[in-house]
């Protein structure tokens, strides 16, 4: 069963999923809060190579480094 990862719109926190693919979009709660307002990340195939820079992307945070903390560049 493929894994696929979401994020709380509540929260935004992240969470992976172990799910069956016909139930890949069906509607999940999150981890974190229990909140029901969670969207699948599409991009998880970038996050097997990087997942620590797609993390920082979409979080709105530095686009100069390719950290998650960014603790490299002071941001
Ligand atoms: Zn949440």
Do not use: W
């Amino acid at each position: 069963m493929p894994i696929y990862e979401y994020i709380c719109m509540d929260c935004k926190q992240k969470f992976d999923a172990l799910r069956s693919m016909k139930d890949a979009d069906a509607p999940i709660r999150c981890n974190h809060c229990q909140g029901e307002h969670t969207s699948r990340v599409l991009s998880v195939f970038f996050a097997q190579s990087d997942g620590k820079a797609l993390a920082g992307a979409s979080n709105g945070g530095c686009a100069s480094c390719s950290g998650g903390s960014c603790a490299s560049c002071g941001h």
